[in-house]
């Protein structure tokens, strides 16, 4: 089943307990966009990934083990948005967001010490990413993490 046919539902049980992060104040800054019931759908979703183990170069579509890229085409993938399969290849999609104007749903970008783009994460609202990190498999982090802060590279929006 596709995340628009669940979209109304879980966006008002996630807003309306207050489950995202804190409430209405998590949505961003001012001068972000609204995040939409697609978008909030996508989040709920991903959430449901949590602690599932990292694996690089795992499957497009396994869901047992994800690297950054997997997990992101996957969960997008179920909104119905085909996103390519590495982060690189991603981080040309989309319109560009700038940092302090990021919604739920926008993808993040940095860098590795091996690639100017090696990771991509969904963000999360309230200055947090969902992401499949090699330590922790499929977590939520601050973006103010000294390590992800120093090597942000861009966001970008596709819903």
Same mark, same amino acid.
């Given at each position: 089943?596709? &995340?628009?046919?669940?979209?109304? %539902?879980? +966006? +008002? ?5 207050? !489950?995202?992060?804190?409430?209405? /104040?998590?949505?961003?800054? /001012? ?7 697609? /978008? ?8 449901? =990934? @949590? ?7 795992? +499957?497009?579509? !396994? ?10 085409? =996957? &969960?997008?993938? #179920?909104?119905?948005?085909?996103? %390519? ?13 700038? #940092?302090?104007? !990021? *919604?739920?749903?926008?993808? @993040? ?12 994460? &969904?963000?999360?609202?309230?200055? #947090? @990413? ?9 977590? &939520?982090?601050?973006?103010?993490? *000294? =390590?992800?802060? +120093?090597?942000?590279?861009?966001? #970008?929006? @596709? !819903?």
């Amino acid at each position: 089943m596709k &995340i628009r046919n669940l979209v109304k %539902p879980v +966006a +008002a049980v996630v807003v309306a307990a207050g !489950l995202f992060f804190g409430g209405a /104040s998590a949505l961003g800054t /001012s001068k972000a966009s609204a995040a939409t019931p697609e /978008s909030l759908a996508l989040l709920s979703l991903g959430k449901q =990934y @949590i602690g599932t183990p990292y694996r690089f170069g795992a +499957a497009s579509g !396994l869901t047992s083990a994800f690297d950054c890229s997997s997990f992101v085409q =996957y &969960i997008f993938s #179920k909104e119905g948005t085909k996103l %390519p399969r590495t982060a690189a290849a991603m981080a040309a999609k989309g319109q560009k967001v700038s #940092k302090g104007s !990021l *919604s739920v749903g926008d993808l @993040i970008f940095y860098n590795s010490s091996s690639n100017w783009i090696g990771h991509v994460a &969904i963000y999360a609202g309230a200055g #947090k @990413i969902l992401h499949a990190s090699t330590s922790k498999g499929v977590t &939520i982090t601050s973006m103010d993490n *000294s =390590y992800w802060k +120093a090597r942000y590279v861009t966001a #970008k929006r @596709i !819903l």
